[in-house]
């Protein structure tokens, strides 16, 4: 009776260990599909301009030159270290200030633009910033993000600002294919970003020193 439990167990563990196998497979094989969110454009009350890459402003003042939304809010995020170049003399810019120098550039005039934070890690992080900053008159939220994070943002953002219409918007411009094992970049999105993915349901998002948990 034994030695037929245990092997019906085993034989139950390694069905639902390849069900598991044949699941991450195919999610992995059509992250180019899933990844990826475009929401359709409506008015917001905030434009949230997440970090991570600086020429995601061109877009973001673009949806506010056509009047999405009344304001952008943008972060200073972790800059890693430039010592090496600045000894040489180059100069080193912290995003942030490549973001404000491409709204001005853009037309965004500066009142129109909030920085928040201080060296922040993650989409976390910047989501639980936002939650302390945004009073109720916030009801919707436009988002400005690279196609391969797009997915995993809405999530973040919709479980750290509850009650709150969250709309994705990606720069055309960035390139993201479907077929992403045929594009070297889409390739390396789609491996951090699916990593990044298991590790927020599964582990401890990381976070500035100090930030402060909305949950």
Known sequence: MIRKTLGFLLKAWGALSLLALLLGAGALLTAGWWLRVDDELKPA??????????????????????????????????????????????????????????????????????????DLLSTVDEGEHLAQLFGPEVKTVLVVTSPHHSRRAKLILQRLLPGREIILSTPPYERFERKWWTHQTSARHVIIECAKFLYYFAGTPFRASGAVKTE
């Open 45 to 118: 009350d905030a434009l949230v301009l997440l970090g991570g890459d600086p020429r995601r402003a061109v877009h973001a003042a673009d949806l506010y030159l056509r009047g999405l939304a009344p304001v952008i809010y943008t972060c200073r995020p972790m800059n890693e270290s430039q010592e090496p170049l600045v000894s040489l003399g180059m100069p080193s810019e912290p995003e942030e200030v490549r973001t404000m120098q491409a709204l001005s550039l853009k037309g965004v005039p500066p009142e129109a633009v909030r920085l928040y934070g201080q």
